[in-house]
């Protein structure tokens, strides 16, 4: 049996950010920051059951790989099951904070871009350190992190690592949420 949003959330909403998958809009601006014509390596973390991973998969360029960080034991079963078959796509059961390992073990060049709708509010403040000071260090310098996010308290914390270029608010999910752009600061 496929594992839901729901069950997954009640069963540990620490790391399972809401009930129900992003919505088509979300989607649609979470992604359109990605020039996927130059893209070479593309980071989700939290991919949960794939509906941002479907289109990365369908928009980028052949040769594009796409790494998959799920911490979620059940959601990562899930993209195992759906995308361990196809060409670039890699999945790995594991944490944020060690993407940079997983890379160096896949042979991967840095990420171009970090996609993550990690719920930074119920993670443990020093795990979302960890992850932000990582994919800061992580990420090309000319690389993005785009993040999507149901409420803006976190922001002072982003801005520690990252200077904000772009936000926008998307209402048509459930809940409404924020996409906020982010570049690694110097």
């Known amino acids: 049996m496929l594992p839901s949003f729901l069950e997954e959330f009640f069963r540990n909403p620490a790391t399972v950010g809401s009930l129900v998958p992003s919505s088509q809009a979300l989607t649609d601006k979470v992604l359109e920051p990605i020039d ?16 941002f991973t479907d289109v990365l ?6 040769g594009t790989a796409i790494v998959l960080i799920e911490v979620n034991r059940r959601f990562y079963q899930l993209l195992h099951q759906r995308y361990a078959g196809h060409a670039d796509v890699h999945i790995v059961h594991g944490s944020a904070d060690r993407t940079g390992e997983y890379l160096q073990k ?3 060049p840095q990420p171009d871009y970090v ?10 403040r020093r795990l979302g350190w ?11 310098p000319s690389g993005k992190l785009i993040l999507f996010q149901y409420s803006l308290r976190n922001k002072k914390l982003f801005g520690k690592f990252f200077e904000q270029f772009a936000e926008t608010r998307v209402l048509q ?4 949420a924020y996409v906020l752009e982010y570049r690694p600061t110097v």
Not at 57 to 62: D, G, H, L, T, V
Not at 115 to 124: E, I, M, N, R, T
Not at 130 to 140: D, G, Q
Not at 173 to 176: A, S
């Open 173 to 176: 999910n459930v809940p409404p």
């Open 106 to 108: 896949l042979g991967l």
């Open 115 to 124: 996609v993550c709708g990690l719920p930074f509010s119920s993670l443990p």
């Open 57 to 62: 998969m369908r928009r980028r360029k052949a």
């Open 130 to 140: 960890r992850i932000l000071e990582h994919t800061k260090n992580l990420l090309t």
């Open 36 to 51: 996927f014509a130059t893209a070479h390596c593309i980071v989700e973390y939290g991919p949960g059951t794939g509906v």
